[in-house]
């Protein structure tokens, strides 16, 4: 399968935790995303990587949140001291860069499963 | 970041066409419109996009406003796979991160 994985599929932790969830982008895939998805609303977006450089963090991402994607390859994301807000579904997705001549918004991005994360 | 709004739910019939709208009155010039869905229990999967013309490919169509405020995504023949929550979604040209609103979950009766 070529497609986006994460792993795990589901988290269930108590509170004060450390979790980490790994996701793998399809390899020519140089962007990759992170957003959280809880019940019933669309998926908020958290941050992104351009290779292995973070470009963006939304203000969602508090300082207990950390994302790296050292090689530019596969990506992972930290939350520290768990709370039960944090309990939520956290997809990733990867896409292509536009080249020098298009736009960012062009390019579809394609999402892997999900980690159902419950904080107990 | 101004999210798009959409109607919380709508109905079909199976193979019946669905025009399931969006809009987006605050978008910028050279931010795209792309429509995702998704299933119960898996990621957003891509439908389609466009800027300014209607498109058209496999799955569905989009006819945009001319003043790009609003959009519809057209399916012409619903089926029983179809029923999932779509998503309109405005794509920010700086970095191409999606802003979700809460979408239309479509349901399609045999």
């Known amino acids: 399968d070529t497609g986006v994985s994460q792993n795990p599929r589901h988290k269930i932790t108590k509170r004060g935790q450390n979790v980490t969830f790994r996701c793998d982008p399809i390899s020519e895939h140089n962007r990759l995303y992170w957003y959280r998805q809880t019940l019933g609303q669309g998926p908020e977006f958290l941050t992104y990587?351009?290779?292995?450089?973070?470009?963006?963090k939304s203000r969602l991402l508090s300082d207990r949140f950390s994302a790296e994607r050292p090689k530019g390859s596969f990506s992972t994301l930290e939350i520290q001291r768990t709370e039960q807000g944090d309990s939520a579904m956290y997809l990733c997705?990867?896409?292509?860069?536009?080249?020098?001549?298009?736009?960012?918004?062009?390019?579809?991005?394609?999402f892997g499963p999900g980690t159902r994360l419950t904080v107990l | 970041d101004a999210k798009t709004t959409q109607p919380n739910s709508m109905e079909s019939n199976e193979e019946e066409p669905v025009h399931l709208p969006c809009n987006h009155s605050?978008?910028?010039?050279?931010?795209?419109i792309h429509w995702y869905r998704q299933l119960p229990s898996q990621g957003p999967e891509y439908v389609i996009h466009?800027?300014?013309s209607n498109v058209n490919n496999r799955m569905a169509s989009l006819a945009i406003a001319e003043d790009r405020k609003s959009s519809t995504l057209i399916l012409h023949r619903a089926t029983l796979r179809d029923a999932a929550v779509y998503y309109c979604t405005r794509v920010y040209n700086q970095g191409g991160k999606l802003i979700f609103g809460q979408g239309t979950e479509l349901s399609v009766k045999p």
């Open positions: 605050t978008i910028s010039g050279t931010d795209y």
């Open positions: 990587f351009q290779n292995e450089a973070q470009l963006e």
């Open positions: 997705a990867s896409s292509l860069a536009p080249g020098l001549a298009g736009f960012s918004s062009y390019n579809e991005q394609f």
């Open positions: 466009g800027l300014t």
